[in-house]
């Protein structure tokens, strides 16, 4: 076995075991009697304040979505299939959604700094939905807010020079105070997760 398929096989194996923890930090934390769209009591220690650049060119805070829950996904532009695919069905949940799509704030997050780009990232998120807000920054600014989110992303050395990122494949979904509520896992049933997102909109209805 070469190293560099040691190396992703450790690297894939570090994201089950992340995957696994925040299972099963998910199940512990839901009530009994909720049902599959359930979310769990908010977590502090999942979330936080960021600062990061949006695909014009603004800087965007933890601030900028208040008041609105957040459906957050982070990834990169050169990412070969995870991340075309949950960007694909997250459009296809806010055209479910139907009005109350606008209920919601989105986000993608590069994990990728270094090549996403504000310019690259708009044209990317945008081919799929404008209301979707691209984000990026510094290393030292996404390296922030990936480390507060608790969000796994690893370089990976290809054999041709370049590389790709290993990353959490989850969709983050954020209370309007940004407060962590759940996630919807990558390849979950459509049903399953539009529960989920109409539970985050009605919970934020009954607590305004």
């Not at 806010?94 to 704030?105: F, S």
Request: aromatic residues 12%.
């Amino acid at each position: 076995m070469s190293g560099l398929k040691l190396f992703r096989y450790v690297a894939w194996a570090a994201v089950a075991v992340l995957a696994c923890v925040a299972g099963a930090l998910v199940y512990f934390q839901t009530t009994a009697n909720e049902n599959s769209g359930a979310l769990i009591k908010p977590l502090a220690a999942i979330g936080g304040p960021f600062e990061l650049v949006s695909g014009t060119g603004e800087t965007v805070t933890d601030k900028t979505f208040a008041g609105k829950p957040t459906v957050m996904f982070f990834g990169f532009t050169y990412c070969p299939d995870v991340c075309p695919t949950t960007l694909s069905e997250l459009q296809g949940w806010m055209a479910e959604l139907g009005p109350d799509a606008e209920k919601l704030n989105y986000a993608f997050v590069s994990v990728d700094p270094e090549r996403d780009t504000p310019d690259v990232m708009r044209d990317y998120v945008w081919a799929f939905d404008k209301r979707i807000t691209p984000l990026t920054g510094s290393k030292e600014q996404v390296d922030a807010m990936l480390k507060a989110y608790r969000v796994y992303a690893k370089r990976v050395p290809l054999d041709d020079g370049d590389y790709t990122m290993d990353h959490s494949a989850a969709v983050y979904l954020m209370n309007e105070n940004n407060e962590f509520v759940g996630t919807i896992a990558y390849g979950e049933a459509e049903e399953t997760a539009l529960a989920k997102l109409k539970r985050l909109i009605k919970n934020t209805a009954a607590s305004s």
